[in-house]
C-alpha cells in the first residue's frame, strides 16, 4: 500500500520546513514570526508524525492481513522518552530537520528537543526495558503491539529543596502531547464489582455469570513506535479509562445531573496516576483496578481482531503471543479465561490449552516484599468472577501436584495460588507461572536463582518451562542518539552498520593499542564530560572540572542499590584528604541521581544524606581539585541520555543476588564506562564479555552473602577490624554532615550497624580496596582509554535486538514480517 502525500510527507529539507509552516498556520494558529520554541517544537513534531504515517498505515495493514502471529507486550509501564529525536533518526531526516529549523532562525536542534515533555510512564528499568524492547521489535520488523496505560500523571518530578527530595505532580499532557493518536471507535468496555450467579444455559451445562456493579470505558491512544531505518511501524495502544454514559442516563432518569457528574469524576480516576512499585500499601485497590482495566481491554482488542477476519477464536494461540512484563498484569490468565468460558462459551479444557500456549511470564525480581499479593477479601470484592476462576485454576492444578507427589501437604501449601499464611491471598507469581508455557528471568543469575530459590517445586514440576534472556537496551537512543561524538567516531573507524549490529563493534579491539584512536575515544568521552558539568552546573550551581574521574551511580534509590556504601566510600575519601593522604587519590566527581519513593522513608534519607555529603565537600577547599559530590535532580529518561556518555565509571553495587539484572549497566558498558561492581544481575555478564581485567570487581558473592546470613550476619564485626569504617562512622554520628545534629543520619547508621538486610559494612573494605584500584587505573591514562575502548567494543550483547531475537526464537516462535511500500 502506499498512503504517502509527497507534499505532504517528502523527507528533505524543504517538504519538512513546508510541513513546519502549515502546522504552524493550520494547526497550531500562529504565524511563523510570532512562533515561540514550543510552537516550533510543535509544529517540527506534527511534520515528523505525518512523515511516520505511511509506514505506520501500511505497518498496520500489513499485520492486520498478517500470515502469522503478533507479538502482544503487556505493561503497566511503558518509560518511552523524548520521541522527536528518536523519531528523526529512525526515519533518517535529522540534517533535513535542522535545515528546517535554520530557516526559522533555530541554530541548533537541541534547543527544540529542550523544550519536549518526556511521559513518565514508568518507575524506572521495567518500564524503560519495555521501551527498548518496543523499539528493537519495530527495528527487527517483527509485527508486536505494546498494551498498556495512558497515565495521566507519570511518575512524580523531584525536586530538592534543602538537601530533601519534594515530589511536584507530572503534568506531561498539559501543553498537549504530538505523538498520540485516540481511536475513541474503538474502545472497550471493563466490568468491576457485584457478584456471580449460577444457572444452567440452553444446552443444560452449569455456568456462571458475572454482574459487576461498575463498569469503565477504556479509550485507546495510539503511539507510533518506528524501528530504525525500515517501514515496520508498531504501535504502543495505551488505554485511558472514561466514565460510562450509563451513569449519566441514570442519573438523568432521577434527576440528579451534579451527581452524575460527580460519579464520572471518580471513574475516570482508574487512569489518573502512576504508582511507585515500591510505596506502602496506598491505593492498593486502585492499582488492582488498574491492572484489570488494561489488561481486559487489551486481550479484548486481541480478540476483537480475530472476529474482524472472521478467524475462529481457537485460532488464538497462532494469532497472538502474549508476554506479561511481570506480574502487573497476570490477571490476564484469568481474564482470557473467562473472556473464553463466559463470552466465547468455549469448555474448560479448550479455554485453559488456549491460554496457555499464548502466555509467558517474565519475572524481574526476587525481592519477597516487592512479589504481588492480593488480599483475598479485595480481589473477590474487585473480580469476583475471576476469584472464582482462579480457584478453578488452583484446584485442578494442585491435583495434578498431588499425583506427582503423593501425601506431600507441604509442597501442595507451598504451590498453592492461595497464600493461606496469615490473611488469604492471591500470589500472583503462581497465577502466571501456572498459565504461562514459558517463566524467564532477565540475567543468567536471576534465572537460576528463580529455580534455586523463588519457585523450586515448580521447576521440578515443569523444568522446560523456565529459562533465561537476558537484558538488552536499544543502541539507537543509548548510542547513536545519546552520544553523537562516539558515533561519528565509530561510523568512520567501522561504518555505520553498529547501530544494527552491535556485534560489529568487535572490530575496535584491533584499535587497542592505537594511541591515535584511544585520543579520539578519549576526546568524544570529554566532549560528552564537558556537556553535563555545563549541565551540573546550571541545576545545582556546583562548578566540576571536566577532567576529573566522573564516577556515577544513577538508578531509583534503593537499600538493596546500596548508594549508603557510596556515599560512606566518599567519606571514607574525604577522610584520607582531611588528613593529608592523598597519593592514591585521583580526582573525582561523584554524581548521585534517581528518584525515592514516597512514602519509602530511608530512602528519602539517603538522599538528604548525599546531600549533607555534598554540602560538606564543595565547601571545603581542602577538597579543591580532588574531590566534588553532585545529587542531580529529577533523573529520567532525558537526563539519563546526558550522563551515560559523560560518565568514566559506573557504580553497580547492589547485594549480590537483589538486582535482578540492571539495564543502566549496559547502557554505562556500551558508552566506555568502567564498571565497579558486585557479581550481581547482568553485572556477570558484562564482566564475562568485556573482560575480568577491564572490570573493578568487589564484594561478596550470592553464596556467601546466603552464608552470613545463615550464620548470623553481625556488622560490628566488620567494624571491629576496619579503622577507616570506624572513623567514617564517627564523623556521621557527630553530625559532621547535618550541622551538629547527630540524629538526622541515626536511622541510617542504625540500620547499618543493626539488621541490615543488605550487607553494607561486610562489603565495605573490599569496596574500598576496588575504588583505590580504579583511582590508580585512572593515573594511568592511555592504560584507561584502553579499557574504556574495550567494554564498548565488547558490549554488543546487551543490545536489546540480541534479547527480542532471544524471545521471538525461544519463547514467541514469531518471525519478522517485512513491510513493503510501493511508491
Ligand atoms: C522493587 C521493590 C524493592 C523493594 C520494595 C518493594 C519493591 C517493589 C517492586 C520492585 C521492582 C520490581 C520489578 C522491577 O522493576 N524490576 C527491575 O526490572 C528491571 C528490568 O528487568 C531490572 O533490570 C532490574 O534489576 C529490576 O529491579
Known amino acids: ?44 513534531s506534527f511534520a515528523v508524525r505525518d512523515r511516520l504515517m505511511s509506514r505506520y498505515l501500511t505497518s498496520q495493514e500489513t499485520i492486520r492481513a498478517r500470515p502469522q502471529k503478533t507479538v502482544a507486550y503487556l505493561s503497566a509501564e511503558f518509560l518511552i522518552g523524548p520521541q522527536l529525536n528518536n523519531n528523526l533518526l529512525n526515519l533518517g531526516i535529522k540534517k533535513e530537520a535542522e535545515e528546517a529549523l535554520k530557516r526559522f532562525g533555530i541554530e541548533s536542534l537541541n534547543e527544540i528537543l529542550e523544550v519536549e515533555e518526556e511521559p513518565g510512564l514508568g518507575n524506572g528499568g521495567l518500564g524503560r526495558l519495555a521501551a527498548c524492547y518496543m523499539e528493537s521489535l519495530a527495528s527487527l520488523q517483527v509485527p508486536a503491539v505494546g498494551y498498556g496505560i495512558r497515565y495521566e500523571f507519570g511518575i512524580f518530578n523531584q525536586l530538592i529543596r534543602d538537601g530533601w527530595q519534594v515530589e511536584v505532580t507530572d503534568k506531561w499532557l498539559k501543553g498537549g502531547w504530538p505523538w498520540e493518536l485516540p481511536q475513541p471507535d474503538e474502545a472497550c468496555l471493563v466490568g468491576f464489582g457485584g457478584q456471580t450467579e449460577s444457572y444452567t444455559d440452553d444446552n443444560g451445562n452449569y455456568r456462571s455469570r458475572w454482574i459487576p456493579s461498575e463498569h469503565a470505558i477504556g479509550v485507546p491512544h495510539d503511539v507510533p513506535v518506528l524501528g530504525y531505518r525500515v517501514n515496520s511501524c508498531d504501535r504502543l495502544r495505551l488505554w485511558r479509562a472514561d466514565a460510562t454514559e450509563s451513569f449519566d442516563f441514570y442519573a438523568f ?228 542518539l545519546a552520544n553523537p561524538e562516539l558515533s561519528k567516531l565509530l561510523d568512520k573507524e567501522i561504518g555505520p552498520n553498529w547501530i544494527t549490529n552491535m556485534d560489529l563493534l568487535l572490530e575496535l579491539e584491533k584499535k587497542e593499542n592505537d594511541s591515535n584512536f584511544l585520543d579520539l575515544f578519549a576526546s568524544a568521552k570529554l566532549s560528552g564530560k564537558r556537556k553535563l558539568a555545563g549541565y551540573i552546573h546550571r541545576q545545582t550551581g556546583v562548578l566540576v572540572d571536566p577532567s576529573s574521574l566522573f564516577d556515577v551511580q544513577v538508578k531509583r534509590i534503593h537499600q538493596y542499590k546500596r548508594q549508603h556504601l557510596n556515599a560512606l566510600q566518599v567519606i571514607a575519601q574525604y577522610l584520607r584528604i582531611k588528613n593529608g593522604i592523598t597519593k592514591n587519590i585521583a580526582p573525582r566527581t561523584v554524581i548521585f541521581g534517581g528518584k525515592a519513593a514516597p512514602g519509602y522513608f530511608m530512602a528519602k534519607l539517603m538522599i538528604r544524606f548525599i546531600n549533607g555529603i555534598a554540602d560538606v565537600v564543595n565547601a571545603d577547599p581542602d577538597m579543591d581539585g580532588l574531590l566534588r559530590v553532585v545529587f542531580l535532580p529529577d533523573y529520567n529518561v532525558k537526563l539519563g541520555e546526558q550522563v551515560y556518555p559523560a560518565t568514566d565509571l559506573s557504580e553497580q553495587i547492589s547485594t549480590a543476588g537483589k538486582e535482578a539484572s540492571g539495564t543502566g549497566n549496559m547502557k554505562f558498558a556500551m558508552n566506555g564506562a568502567l564498571t565497579i561492581g558486585t557479581l550481581d544481575g547482568a553485572n556477570v555478564e558484562i564482566r564475562d564479555r568485556v573482560g575480568a581485567e577491564n572490570f573493578f570487581l568487589f564484594g561478596k ?67 574500598l580496596r576496588a575504588q583505590d584500584e580504579v583511582s590508580k587505573a585512572w593515573k594511568k591514562s592511555k592504560k584507561w582509554n584502553r579499557m574504556a575502548l574495550l567494554n564498548t567494543a565488547r558490549s554488543g550483547f546487551f543490545s536489546s535486538d540480541r534479547s527480542i531475537r532471544e524471545y521471538c526464537q525461544s519463547i514467541w516462535k514469531v518471525k519478522p514480517l517485512p513491510v513493503e511500500i510501493s511508491c
Open 1 to 44: 500500500g502506499c498512503y504517502a502525500d509527497p507534499v505532504r510527507a517528502g523527507m528533505d529539507a524543504d517538504a519538512v520546513f513546508d510541513g513546519m509552516t502549515e502546522h504552524l498556520f493550520f494547526t497550531l494558529g500562529k504565524l511563523a514570526t510570532s512562533a515561540s520554541l514550543r510552537d516550533l517544537y510543535m509544529a517540527l
Open 701 to 767: 558473592t550470592e553464596s556467601e552473602i546466603m552464608e552470613l546470613r545463615d550464620q548470623g550476619y553481625s556488622p560490628n564485626s566488620f567494624i571491629a577490624e576496619s579503622n577507616e569504617l570506624q572513623e567514617t562512622l564517627k564523623l556521621i554520628e557527630v553530625g559532621h554532615f547535618s550541622n551538629g545534629d547527630s540524629e538526622l543520619f541515626r536511622p541510617i547508621i542504625n540500620i547499618l550497624t543493626g539488621n541490615d538486610p543488605f550487607f553494607v559494612m561486610a562489603d565495605f573494605d573490599d569496596y
Open 253 to 480: 432518569n432521577i434527576g440528579d445531573y451534579y451527581g452524575a457528574v460527580e460519579e464520572k469524576v471518580a471513574s475516570e480516576t482508574l487512569s489518573k496516576v502512576l504508582y511507585p512499585n515500591d510505596g506502602t500499601d496506598e491505593g492498593r485497590r486502585l492499582r488492582l483496578k488498574q491492572q484489570h482495566f488494561f489488561v481486559s481491554c487489551s486481550l479484548q482488542d486481541m480478540l476483537r481482531s480475530l472476529e474482524k477476519r472472521s478467524i475462529a477464536v481457537e485460532e488464538f494461540p497462532n494469532h497472538w503471543t502474549v508476554q506479561l512484563n511481570d506480574t502487573h498484569p497476570a490477571i490476564a490468565v484469568a481474564e482470557l479465561m473467562r473472556l473464553l468460558i463466559d463470552q466465547h462459551r468455549l469448555d474448560w479444557d479448550k479455554a485453559w490449552e488456549i491460554t496457555n500456549r499464548s502466555v509467558a511470564y517474565t519475572n524481574h525480581t526476587l525481592l519477597p516484599e516487592a512479589l504481588e499479593k492480593w488480599d483475598l477479601s479485595l480481589f473477590k470484592n474487585l473480580l469476583p468472577r475471576h476469584l472464582e476462576l482462579i480457584y478453578e485454576i488452583n484446584r485442578r492444578f494442585l491435583q495434578q501436584v498431588r499425583l506427582k507427589y503423593p501425601g506431600n501437604d507441604l509442597i501442595l501449601r507451598k504451590l498453592s495460588i492461595i497464600d493461606e499464611e496469615g490473611g488469604k491471598a492471591i500470589r500472583m507469581a503462581h497465577l502466571a507461572t501456572i498459565g504461562a508455557h514459558h517463566v524467564n528471568g532477565v540475567a543468567a543469575l536471576h534465572s537460576d536463582l528463580i529455580k534455586r530459590q523463588l519457585l523450586p517445586e515448580f521447576a521440578q514440576l515443569w523444568p522446560e518451562k523456565f529459562t533465561n534472556v537476558t537484558n538488552g537496551v536499544t543502541p539507537r537512543r543509548w548510542v547513536a
